[in-house]
């Protein structure tokens, strides 16, 4: 009887255990299912090798010259959920950019509607052109610009105008007419406030300055990237090439024009109204007009800011001296026709020197904008390298990096 009853036990544990595992296998097999379900879902892998492979999930579209991207018309359109309103979204297109050999996905468009698609398609090759055109001058040095993928979700909802949070760019009220120039404007200024440094705080127009940068700076770098023919004019959707220049000729040529003949606003730069936000502006646009390269991304290691308040633009100009001081060389581009441009330059004697043109000497007694030396007149660039560190004193050693306190910029900028 007992020895009965303990192989009854002993079965009836082995059948328990059995179905045990045979709900796990079975929990475990649905789990798996999902994912595949949302992988098939989205069907859009972070990189690829080889382009053509994405001909199975929709059509492409190569941008010239030399395919440097390709928009994905997707074809099966999948339902997706707006983080942030729970709203449903269907995948659009997505646009692959080229990199060391392989091609990476960098945004995703989602429209609510199907009267939104062609917007969602539109914005993602318009961003991919301002990618290409940050990538061209910043590369490795900004890190977003292979971070993860930026997702844009069309809507018919709200107050016409477009907003960034987080890797999300929204476009309200897609359906609402607006300039050609203004779509261009609407994406610049915002992908602005996801890449661009700027300061923030401001009472007016808005906390920070880099989605107003964005729409000057992006607006540059088109313009010259179409002069240059390494963007074609068939890349940008909704502007054609006479809106770009008139667009620049009206909000970036006055503005660099001014900086160029007198050298930053410095009182303004310490002002949080509308004054300073401005000048704060036309600082950075000025900054990149002259120095060009990297140079916004170089100076952001040396800003600091006092008992870690937000920066402003008069720290953006400590920190542009300070980098100069720490290499002791820069290159200076005259720019356009007109008043030559004032030079940044630390404290010392510098030599300046223009191919197959005679070399000029600048003693400086403290930071200062100089003037470009009339005997290198006409010269489209300068190089300047400090000689001595000072003019007539003991040298002074120049400030490091200070990378450990390096504020952070843009992705959900206050509005």
């Known amino acids: 009887m007992g020895r009965n009853t303990v192989i009854c036990g002993l079965a009836a544990h082995r059948a328990i255990v059995a179905t045990t595992r045979g709900v796990a296998l079975s929990v475990l097999c649905i789990v798996a299912i999902l994912a595949l379900s949302a992988a098939r879902a989205d069907r859009l892998p972070a990189s690829v090798a080889d382009v053509s492979s994405l001909l199975t999930v929709g059509d492409l579209t190569r941008l010239p010259p030399d395919d440097w991207a390709v928009i994905v018309e997707v074809r099966d359109r999948p339902a997706l959920r707006e983080p942030r309103t729970g709203r449903e979204h269907r995948l659009v297109a997505a646009t692959y ?12 468009g989602h429209a609510d509607e199907p009267a939104g698609d062609p917007v969602a398609r539109n914005a993602v090759q318009m961003l991919a052109a301002l990618w290409r055109s ?9 890190s977003r610009l292979r971070g993860e993928p930026l997702a844009v979700w069309v809507s018919r909802q709200g107050e016409a105008g477009a907003e960034m949070w987080g890797s999300s760019l929204t476009v309200h009220d897609a359906h609402a007419a607006r300039a050609p120039v203004e779509w261009l404007r609407e994406i610049a200024h915002e992908y602005g406030h996801y890449l661009a440094p700027g300061g923030s705080g ?18 540059s770098w088109l313009r010259a990237d179409l002069r240059e023919h390494v963007l074609a004019p068939e890349c940008l959707p909704w502007v054609s090439v006479p809106d770009i220049e008139a667009y620049c000729v ?86 356009g026709a007109g008043v030559p441009p004032k030079v940044p330059l630390t404290r010392g004697v510098w030599r300046a020197a223009a191919e197959g043109r005679p070399v000029a000497t600048v003693s400086v007694e403290a930071n200062a904008w100089v003037d470009w030396p009339a005997s290198l007149a006409g010269a489209p660039e300068i190089e300047w390298q400090r000689v001595s560190a000072a003019p007539a004193r003991a040298k002074t050693s120049a400030p490091k990096p200070a990378a450990s306190r390096r504020p952070r910029f843009g992705g959900g900028a206050p509005r």
Do not use: K
């Open 97 to 108: 950019v080229r990199s060391n050999g392989l091609w990476f996905l960098r945004f995703l």
């Open 134 to 142: 940050a990538d061209r001058r910043w590369g490795a040095r900004c």
């Open 202 to 219: 401001y009472t007016e127009p808005e906390s920070w300055t880099n989605g107003v940068l964005g729409e000057r700076l992006f607006a």
């Open 250 to 335: 009206r909000q970036v040529d006055p503005l660099l024009e001014r900086f160029r003949g007198s050298g930053p606003r410095r009182a303004d730069l310490r002002r949080m109204d509308r004054r300073g936000f401005d000048a704060c502006v036309e600082l950075l646009l000025g900054v990149d007009g002259l120095l060009g390269g990297a140079i916004l991304m170089d100076i952001l290691e040396f800003v600091q800011t006092p008992n870690g308040r937000s920066p402003r633009g008069i720290d953006f100009e400590y920190a542009l001296f300070h980098w100069i001081a720490y290499r002791g060389v820069l290159t200076a581009r005259a720019g």
